[in-house]
């Protein structure tokens, strides 16, 4: 039977170094990914090795996760000089590569700036706009509730409401940390240069399914 993992990972999805470089630690520490389901990751086990990754966003709208023939052909197109289909979640597409020095799958800079800002736009910053709502709703609510049944509000959801708040502060930095990033690569992809998005969560990861329950409770 197949050894397997799981990790409950929040890197946010238009973070490619930062996930490139985790799958790469992986790897090498013998755990190669085989699926993702939302923050939830799962490893089969192999032999330690060194490998590259690549993270690549398909340009088109998809419904689910959907394998259409179109999107077959872009992970085909994709699957050259020793790249490897891993697995998608979404537009997030990962290959990797066991070459010593492999030809990267993104040579032009602006265009993969280009490229992760059309992921961004319609996912990650959405995701961060809708946490902020909700968490601006939920958190009035409560407010409401705790003065008119404060004892009730204390003892039956105390864990989300004080962990609600949170979310409206979290889910402003990280769009500005993300429009920060935007701007500083594009400037910087002018020269050719790319610059990696380093280590960045995706808090909507943690409070998302936390809204759902809520509505489950509440509704």
């Known amino acids: 039977m197949e050894e397997m993992k799981k990790e409950i990972n929040i890197y946010s999805y238009y973070d490619c ?10 790897a090498e520490k013998g755990w190669l990914l085989k699926e993702i389901t939302g923050s939830k990751w799962k490893y ?3 032999e330690p090795r060194s490998m ?7 340009p088109k709208r998809v419904l689910f996760d959907d394998m259409t023939d179109e999107r077959l052909k872009y992970i085909d197109e994709h699957s050259v000089a020793g790249w490897k289909f891993v697995t998608h979640i979404g537009k997030m597409h990962i290959f990797c590569n066991e070459s010593e020095n492999p030809v990267p799958l993104h040579t032009d800079a602006a265009e993969r700036v280009r490229e992760i800002h059309r992921f961004a736009k319609g996912n990650i910053i959405f995701e961060n706009l809708f946490m902020f ?3 601006a709703a939920l958190t009035t609510y409560f ?4 003065f008119e049944k404060p004892i009730d509000t204390m003892s039956d959801a105390a864990y989300i409401f ?3 708040p949170f979310a409206i502060p979290l889910s402003l930095y990280s769009i500005f940390k993300y429009l920060f990033w935007y701007i ?10 790319f610059t990696d998005t380093k280590k960045i969560f995706n808090y909507a990861n943690f409070y ?4 759902r329950q809520s509505i489950l409770v509440y509704n």
């Open 44 to 46: 089969r086990r192999i």
């Open 184 to 193: 500083k690569a594009k400037k910087a992809a002018e020269d050719r240069i």
């Open 208 to 211: 998302i399914p936390l809204y």
């Open 162 to 164: 004080w962990s609600v």
């Open 52 to 58: 590259s990754f690549s993270v690549c966003y398909y």
């Open 17 to 26: 170094t930062g996930i490139e470089n985790h799958l790469k630690k992986m």
């Open 143 to 146: 407010a409401f509730r705790f």
């Open 133 to 135: 709502a909700v968490a």
